[in-house]
């Protein structure tokens, strides 16, 4: 595989742009693997954390595919990658993307709750009792992505691709910026936050369960002002 070394700031995005460039032009079939970071990384001059990150994407829009232990591999060549690819965008601050949050998630719980059915509230449920487990045992590393799962639950719940993969892509977005980076020291660090956040989730999950949607709307406001208490300090 051939990458031309970075010529702009945009690094996450240039690496995307040049693996499905490879990807378009038949470099990569169905089934081929992709370098390992370190190499792509040497290759287009950037960190592994710019390549991570367009992996990211990539998989968000179902390009590629991650074996454990194997590597990654490409999962289809007919992805759409232009109206579905994650922007990396360098104007895009971290307010914006809780703003972006605030909007979008209670919408899709909303719509989710009207077309839930039995698999979508067992996802649901199932993604609840992780983040549960963790704190149980105190496995507080891994909060966050039992966090994010929870979220991702919800929203595979509304059986919607273009939303799904909205919510996907925002949170890559979040985790990357600098709010995500301070509640993953928080999850790290402060014990008594992250109960908050378990008891926050729960409320969440429990309307869900009974199907109230009165309910799910009070539960996401505490969400919200739980979260920006914990991130603007309001």
């Not at 990458?3 to 470099?27: C, F, M, T």
């Not at 954390?49 to 074996?67: C, D, F, N, P, Y």
Request: aromatic share 8%; charged share 30%; hydrophobic share 40%.
């Amino acid at each position: 595989m051939i990458i031309e070394k970075l010529p702009s700031h945009n690094k996450s995005e240039y690496v995307y742009d040049q693996i499905v460039k490879a990807i378009r032009s038949g470099q990569y079939k169905v089934g081929d693997r992709l370098p390992p970071e370190l190499e792509l990384a040497e290759m287009a001059g950037v960190s592994r954390t710019s390549v991570r990150e367009a992996l990211s994407a990539l998989r968000l829009v179902g390009a590629i595919e991650t074996k454990k232990g194997n590597g990654t591999f490409i999962k289809t060549c007919e992805f759409g990658f232009s109206a579905q690819k994650t922007r990396f965008d360098s104007n895009l601050n971290t307010f914006e993307i809780l703003e972006a949050r605030n909007v979008v998630e209670p919408a899709v719980a909303k719509l989710a709750l009207e077309v839930l059915d039995d698999k979508g509230l067992e996802k649901i449920k199932a993604a609840f009792l992780e983040m549960e487990l963790t704190v149980r045992r105190r496995a507080f590393r891994r909060y966050h992505e039992a966090n994010k799962n929870f979220h991702s639950a919800i929203a595979d719940a509304t059986r919607n691709r273009s939303l799904i993969e909205y919510v996907h892509s925002l949170q890559v977005v979040f985790i990357d910026s600098e709010f995500g980076a301070k509640l993953r020291r928080r999850y790290l660090m402060e014990e008594d936050y992250v109960r908050q956040s378990v008891e926050v989730h729960r409320e969440i999950c429990k309307a869900f369960i009974t199907g109230d949607g009165k309910s799910l709307v009070r539960a996401w406001k505490r969400h919200k002002e739980s979260l920006e208490s914990q991130l603007l300090g309001k």
